[in-house]
């Protein structure tokens, strides 16, 4: 897994209109190949009637999976713009669809290219980038009475909180930095007056707003 990486915060569209066409970008997060190729083909039957279905993803670690399609646009002017947008923003695990409606006006070729390079950079900025980073979970139950004040002091020293579950008591699983790990639990000890059990519950990914 990796430790860290940016990616886009969430499915969505966005649209731009150049010279009266369309440009409607499709965006998904896709960790394996066939996600992002039936997200393609779901677009692409959603938008049958439309000029074009141009797509590209980046997958993989270390950006092993990558395709970029014009689908009819002339070549190397749409898909593979909307590929180096995904390359130059240091994206991984990404999808895009930009559907085109014609609109009458021909762009030529270097209208096409910055067309489809605008409606994916806008598209990603508009919808937000992510940067996931691999954590420790670490599992802290206490008293109802305790728990406001805790979960205080964690939002003061910054930090970040996973989930919480209440049963006969509460327990809050918090987002903490390998290396941070001992560190913590000592705070955490003495923030309670050792009124807390905790258990590391494995590893996952923590998402902080990049745009």
């Avoid at 999808?95 to 950079?121: D, E, H, M, P």
């Avoid at 910054?158 to 639990?185: C, G, L, R, W």
Wanted: proline share 1%; charged share 25%; glycine share 6%.
């Amino acid at each position: 897994m990796m430790e860290k990486y940016l990616t886009i915060k969430e499915a969505g569209q966005h649209e731009i209109i150049i010279e009266k066409s369309r440009f409607i970008c499709s965006v998904i997060r896709a960790e394996d190949e066939k996600t992002a190729q039936d997200f393609i083909q779901r677009i692409k039957k959603e938008h049958w009637n439309a000029s074009h279905n141009c797509s590209a993803y980046i997958i993989g670690e270390r950006d092993q999976f990558q395709k970029a399609n014009d689908d009819g646009e002339p070549s190397g002017t749409a898909g593979v713009p909307m590929l180096e947008v995904l390359k130059k923003k240091h994206l991984k695990n990404v999808a895009v669809v930009v559907t085109r409606y014609f609109g009458g006006v021909k762009l030529g070729a270097g209208g096409l290219v910055r067309a489809y390079g605008n409606s994916v950079s806008e598209a990603c900025n508009a919808i937000g980038i992510v940067e996931r980073s691999l954590a420790i979970i670490i599992s802290c139950t206490l008293d109802y009475s305790a728990h406001a004040k805790f979960e205080n002091a964690l939002e003061q020293q910054n930090y970040q909180i996973a989930n919480t579950t209440f049963t006969d008591k509460v327990t809050i699983d918090v987002y903490v930095d390998s290396p941070d790990v001992s560190n913590f639990q000592e705070w955490a000890v003495n923030i309670t007056n050792g009124q807390i059990k905790m258990h590391e519950s494995g590893e996952k990914y923590r998402e902080k707003d990049v745009i």
